[in-house]
């Protein structure tokens, strides 16, 4: 059914859409109806498969509470994330002038590349980790955590490994040779993107385990570490003031999500 409901979707869709800019004249506003139409009519198709189904009113509330309870600080830890470290990048360009705040973007769009094994983590992993604690409990959670650990932290090494010890190369070819006094930015920013990888597992276990408090409070001590150094550390050491400051951000979150996430098996 699955197979059909997308043939009805996306068959459909490249199929009107291929008449549609063949004998049409084709605009933004007739395609987005093409599509919105195409996707109707597999969801009316599926709604006639569907088994039936009723609601429980005291199911309801009690599945309602427990996501609430789950939720909230995963809803906290989003609106805190974008002043978790995001000041040292503003601070930079504030205080430093916008060829540091450019030189910072670089760095982050060289090392965006790793994003792509991020994004497939953040599919995966969250899903096949709760299943492994709910079949196997912290043993079977912490062997899937250190699997995914290894082959994730591989391929992310191998990424980090390339930017750090050509710096100068990346920087010149992909931004210009003005670029390439700052490669040591770039070092820094390997660092940086070897613990976020290592948050991506720590959070799916948190979260396997329905314990996502901690991702909250790594983020309210990232905000106060963040409010409390960035200009100080951008004064005073410039560009790697900014740098070392998220590094250390980012240190100080995942320090707290592996120390949440082992006291939690013993509970």
């Known amino acids: 059914?699955?197979?059909?409901?997308?043939?009805?979707?996306?068959?459909g869709q490249i199929t009107l859409l291929v008449v549609l800019f063949r004998f049409t004249a084709a605009n933004t506003a007739r395609v987005l109806w093409l599509i919105a139409g195409t996707s109707s009519l597999a969801v009316m198709a599926c709604l006639f498969k569907l088994d039936r189904f009723s609601l429980s009113r005291t199911t309801l509330?009690?599945?309602?509470?427990?996501?609430?309870?789950?939720?909230?600080?995963?809803?906290?830890?989003?609106?805190?994330?974008?002043?978790?470290?995001?000041?040292f990048i503003i601070g930079a360009g504030s205080i430093l002038g916008p060829a540091s705040a450019g030189a910072l973007k670089a760095s982050q769009n060289i090392m965006g590349i790793s994003h792509i094994i991020f994004q497939g983590m953040e599919n995966i992993v969250p899903a096949r980790a709760s299943y492994c604690y709910h079949q196997g409990g912290w043993a079977k959670l912490f062997t899937y955590l250190k699997k995914v650990t290894g082959w994730g932290g591989a391929f992310t090494a191998i990424i980090v490994l390339l930017a750090i010890v050509f710096p100068s190369f990346w920087m010149g070819t992909l931004y210009g040779s003005e670029y390439e006094a700052?490669?040591?930015?770039?070092?820094?920013?390997?660092?940086?993107?070897?613990?976020i990888f290592l948050g991506l597992p720590l959070r799916a276990g948190l979260r396997a385990m329905e314990y996502?408090?901690?991702?909250?409070?790594?983020?309210?001590?990232?905000?106060?570490f963040t409010a409390a150094t960035a200009n100080f550390f951008i004064r005073?050491?410039?560009?790697?003031?900014?740098?070392?400051?998220?590094f250390a951000?980012?240190?100080?979150?995942q320090t707290n999500l592996a120390y949440a996430l082992w006291r939690k098996k013993d509970k």
Do not use: E
């Open 1 to 11: 059914m699955a197979f059909f409901n997308d043939a009805i979707s996306y068959l």
């Open 61 to 87: 509330l009690t599945v309602s509470r427990k996501h609430w309870i789950f939720s909230r600080w995963l809803l906290a830890a989003a609106l805190m994330q974008w002043t978790s470290g995001n000041y």
């Open 182 to 195: 700052y490669s040591y930015v770039l070092q820094w920013y390997g660092g940086i993107y070897i613990l």
């Open 212 to 224: 996502s408090k901690p991702i909250f409070i790594s983020y309210c001590l990232m905000t106060v």
């Open 236 to 246: 005073k050491f410039g560009l790697t003031g900014a740098t070392a400051g998220i």
């Open 249 to 253: 951000t980012q240190m100080i979150c």
